[in-house]
């Protein structure tokens, strides 16, 4: 209302000019400053008149920030660990001001009435590659443009949505095609996810993050390939100059790629340590890919954020992790996808044999990761499995061991923790992103009902409503 007051006020006086005089007297600073009456008064009008602009544009913004009430019949709150019976969830703009148990809604309020449903903050996969297809394995990738990354990006980052993920972490993409679509969807031109992106993976020449699939006679190179310690800080410096927000780099081999070893280590200590302190020094978080006992090990030395996979990982590897509250990123549900559907998809028959090898020893250590009490945050590297599916692996991650709670923590406010976004996402609560999904049912009760999700919305727009 005092910006209202303000603006009527201003805007009783006449504006007769709303241009500085002529020849203003700053012009000729040699000469002396002299003001008349007429001038003066129409630097003033057009001072009323500005703020009298800038008075009205402030009270239209605020006039546009709608409040919403949003119901249910329970609010699982990741952060306490608890259930809240019949929530009111009040909302103005992209956040959330006031939550309540068994509060009231004003009688003339906009509301969301989810009535019999189950809401949660929106969920987080900290490992995801948006840009790819699961069918782009092996030989198929070659034929995949970063124009085509760009354009499947979009496709899944709706995809993602969709299911629930309102934040996701993309660790790897051709062509910076992943920071395009996080500036999109920022920008609102597409729905998608919140986003943190790593662009290219480094790796090393032959590595896991290398292109292998080809003769010499191409001399075919991945984008992120880097040797020694003063290279790599080259590459780290490349990929923030041109828009990501993490470095992804590539530990050890791995299952997709041709001719790496699952868990022989790559990268040296030493250049390990010089990507994360440049990584660092430039604001950015690190996500190490290691499978194999030496490479987390020589990751975790080197300070990473992040491991990803940790499929061998070791009592010492599992020890220094909690010492250095280093998070782990175990995806559960990929190797049981590529035994099944693998072959279908191109996965290369080497691929194959990889997956077999570490899919009990992974799915063992993530329980024994549990018991230990590391950090643990909710990881699928969706693109291996088809995109939209992220909520399969919940059921996995209860099987070996955590709690349903524990589960819904990792997806939401450890992964909050990781991305450097506490106090904006994670939960639902006041000054929080209104980022919210709806279930029929009770995943304490059962975590599977997260792969259905009825309600989206995202930062207090909602995407999705299936609930009538």
């Not at 409040?67 to 959330?96: F, H, M």
């Not at 990929?334 to 290369?348: M, P, R």
Request: aromatic residues 6%; charged residues 20%.
């Amino acid at each position: 209302m005092q910006v209202f007051a303000l603006s009527v006020l201003l805007l009783q006086y006449p504006v007769r000019h709303v241009f500085l005089p002529a020849t203003p007297p700053y012009i000729n600073t040699l000469a002396p400053i002299r003001w008349d009456k007429d001038s003066a008064m129409n630097i003033v009008d057009a001072a009323r008149f500005l703020i009298a602009i800038v008075a009205t544009l402030l009270l239209s913004a605020a006039a546009g920030a709608e409040t919403i009430y949003l119901t249910a019949e329970t609010l699982i709150d990741p952060v306490d660990g608890k259930r809240i019976s019949n929530p009111v969830v009040e909302i103005e703009g992209d956040r959330i001001v006031k939550v309540t148990a068994n509060g009231s809604v004003p009688a003339s309020a906009t509301r969301i009435d989810l009535a019999g449903k189950t809401i949660l903050p929106g969920l987080a996969d900290m490992h995801t590659h948006l840009t790819w297809y699961a069918s782009d394995a092996g030989y198929n990738g070659l034929s995949v443009s970063y124009t085509d990354e760009a354009i499947r990006g979009v496709v899944n980052a709706r995809k993602t949505l969709m299911a629930g993920f309102t934040v996701a972490r993309n660790l790897g993409a051709g062509g910076f095609a992943d920071v395009a679509l996080r500036d999109a969807i920022n920008d609102d031109r597409i729905p998608g996810p919140r986003l943190q992106v790593a662009g290219p993976s480094l790796g090393i020449t032959g590595g896991h993050c290398d292109n292998n699939l080809l003769p010499k006679e191409y001399d075919a190179v991945a984008d992120g390939v880097a040797d020694g310690p003063w290279e790599v800080r080259k590459k780290v410096r490349d990929n923030k100059k041109y828009g990501a927000d993490v470095i992804k780099f590539c530990a050890t081999g791995g299952v997709m790629s041709k001719g790496t070893a699952v868990g022989a280590r790559q990268y040296t200590l030493e250049e390990m340590k010089a990507i994360v302190d440049e990584a660092h020094t430039q604001g950015m978080t690190v996500a190490a890919h290691a499978h194999g006992t030496e490479g987390i090990l020589f990751a975790i030395k080197a300070g990473v954020d992040s491991v990803e996979h940790s499929s061998l990982i070791d009592e010492e590897g599992l020890d220094l992790a909690i010492e250095n509250g280093t998070f782990l990123s175990i995806n559960l549900y990929t190797t049981e996808y590529i035994l099944a559907e693998g072959v279908k998809n191109g996965v290369l028959p080497e691929s194959m044999e990889k997956a077999a090898y570490i899919h009990e020893l992974r799915r063992a250590n993530f329980s024994r990761a549990v018991k230990a009490g590391a950090k643990m945050v909710y990881s699928t590297d969706s693109a291996v499995y088809p995109h939209g599916d992220n909520a399969v692996q919940f059921s996995r991650m209860v099987d070996l061991g955590m709690a349903p709670m524990q589960a819904i923590q990792a997806a939401t406010v450890v992964a909050a923790e990781l991305l450097r976004w506490e106090g904006d996402t994670g939960a639902i609560a006041p000054g929080y992103y209104a980022d919210i999904i709806a279930v029929e049912g009770d995943p304490l009760d059962d975590i599977s009902v997260l792969e259905k999700v009825e309600f989206v919305m995202k930062g207090g727009v909602v995407y999705k409503n299936e609930t009538n």
